[in-house]
Antibody
Framework: QVQLVESGGGVVQPGGSLRLSCAAS????????MHWVRQAPGKGLEWVAF????????YYADSVKGRFTISRDNSKNTLYLQMNSLRAEDTAVYYC??????????????WGQGTLVTVSS | DIQLTQSPSFLSASVGDRVTITCRAS??????LAWYQQKPGKAPKLLIY???TLQSGVPSRFSGSGSGTEFTLTISSLQPEDFATYYC??????????FGGGTKVEIK
C-alpha cells in the first residue's frame, strides 16, 4: 500500500535551517507530483510547495518563497524540503502528500503522518 | 489568489443528522474542488474530488455538489466516526493551491 513517512522535524532557533524528508513506498514515485502542506498549532491547512514528478517544475507559497526549497531524489523515492531562515511563524506540522493522479497536479492523496517543526529560541 | 470561505466554521450536530457544509470561492473554479476530512492528531484524508466524485473507500453518506463559486459537502446521516474537521481545497488556479479555513463538526 502507498506509504509516506516524514522525518527531520525538531526544534530550531529563529534564523536556523532544517531539512525534512518524506520516504515514499508502494507506488511508482517517479510518476507523481508531490507536495508539502503545513498546519500551525490549532490552525488550518496551508499549502507550502509542489514539485513535478520529474523535478522540472516547482511552485511555492509566497510565505516561503526564497527561504524554502523543495526537491526530490527519484532513485531513493524520497522528497525533501530544505527550510532556511526559519521564523516563529513557520512552526507547524509539515505533511508530505502525493498527487492522486500521475503526471498532473492533482488532489492530495494520501498524506504522510506529519513531522513537527518548532522554531523557538 | 483564489480565496475559499467555508461556512459554518463550527457546527454541533447529533448522530443521524443531515449535515451540510458550504465552500465559496472568490472567483469561478469550475469543478476543481476537493473535500478533506481531518481527525485530531491525524493527517487529512481525501473524501471528494472534482466537486462530486467520491474517493474510493469513502462511505456513500458523503456527497459533494456545486460548480463555479459555490460548493457543498453533505453527510446524509452523521455517524460517530464523522466528527472531525472538514476542509475544501481548489485546484483551478495555482500557485497557490488554497484551502478553506475548515469546518469543525462536533457532537451535540
Amino acid at each position: 500500500q502507498v506509504q509516506l513517512v516524514e522525518s527531520g522535524g525538531g526544534v530550531v532557533q529563529p534564523g536556523g535551517s532544517l531539512r525534512l524528508s518524506c520516504a515514499a513506498s508502494g507506488f511508482t514515485f517517479s510518476s507523481y507530483g508531490m507536495h508539502w502542506v503545513r498546519q500551525a498549532p490549532g490552525k488550518g491547512l496551508e499549502w507550502v510547495a509542489f514539485i513535478r514528478y520529474d523535478g522540472s517544475n516547482k511552485y511555492y507559497a509566497d510565505s516561503v518563497k526564497g527561504r524554502f526549497t523543495i526537491s526530490r531524489d527519484n532513485s531513493k523515492n524520497t522528497l525533501y524540503l530544505q527550510m532556511n531562515s526559519l521564523r516563529a511563524e513557520d512552526t507547524a506540522v509539515y505533511y508530505c502528500a502525493k498527487d492522486r493522479d500521475r503526471w498532473l497536479v492533482s488532489w492530495f492523496d494520501p498524506w504522510g503522518q506529519g513531522t513537527l517543526v518548532t522554531v523557538s529560541s | 489568489d483564489i480565496q475559499l470561505t467555508q461556512s459554518p466554521s463550527f457546527l454541533s450536530a447529533s448522530v443521524g443528522d443531515r449535515v451540510t457544509i458550504t465552500c465559496r470561492a472568490s472567483q469561478g473554479i469550475s469543478s476543481y474542488l476537493a473535500w478533506y476530512q481531518q481527525k485530531p492528531g491525524k493527517a487529512p484524508k481525501l473524501l471528494i474530488y472534482a466537486a462530486s466524485t467520491l474517493q474510493s473507500g469513502v462511505p456513500s453518506r458523503f456527497s459533494g455538489s456545486g460548480s463555479g463559486t459555490e460548493f457543498t459537502l453533505t453527510i446524509s446521516s452523521l455517524q460517530p466516526e464523522d466528527f472531525a474537521t472538514y476542509y475544501c481545497q481548489q485546484l483551478n488556479s495555482y500557485p497557490p493551491l488554497t484551502f478553506g479555513g475548515g469546518t469543525k463538526v462536533e457532537i451535540k
